[in-house]
């Protein structure tokens, strides 16, 4: 029932509480850090690249410091119909993609996928990588082998012994910035 871009101001909206709250809980409002997988990629890095989301709840986008993806559908297409209903109509469809937004002024931006992931293809990255660059804005990618959907995010856990670091070469990333 839910339609584009409810869950996105909803993203937005729990931004704001962090900002609010974070240091309630030792965190440092002034250098916040977003990261997603698959759809909560795509929402992350619309919330990183679209401002009118977080100026809509009170929050200064410059607050966001840095964007890791996991394996974001950033620049798709919708082509089954329950997608189509809720990203749609087609002309609504620039709307919902991150190289839509990017200017060169967001935030560093890190993309990590999948070499396996048949579930979104690496062409999103790679479509939001160029648009970056274009613009002048900060990305690192990077593509790891053997891993799919899944397996990018599900490393990060206890499961994912023997598979590539994925929560290290975030935190690296955001330890960068």
């Known amino acids: 029932d839910v339609k584009f871009p409810a869950f996105v101001e909803d993203g937005a909206k729990a931004v704001a509480w962090v900002t609010n709250n974070i240091e309630e809980y030792g965190g440092d409002a002034e250098r916040l850090f977003i990261s997603g997988h698959s759809a909560g990629a795509h929402i992350g890095a619309l919330l990183t690249a679209d401002e009118k989301y977080l100026n809509t709840v009170n929050v200064d986008p410059s607050l966001i410091k840095g964007f890791a993806g996991l394996a974001g559908p950033y620049d798709f297409v919708p082509e089954a119909e329950d ?8 002309e609504n469809y620039p709307q919902m993609q991150v190289p839509t937004f990017i200017d060169g002024t967001e935030a560093p931006m890190y993309l990590l996928h999948g070499a396996d992931d048949e579930t979104v293809i690496q062409r999103n990255l790679n479509r939001l990588r160029d648009k970056i660059e274009e613009k002048g804005g900060t990305v690192k990618t990077k593509i ?34």
């Open 83 to 90: 997608l189509k209903k809720i990203f749609g109509p087609p």
């Open 144 to 177: 790891y082998d053997d891993i799919d959907h899944i397996w990018i995010v599900g490393a990060m856990s206890w499961l994912g012994i023997g598979k590539p670091d994925v929560a290290k070469d975030i935190t690296d990333f955001f330890d960068d910035l």
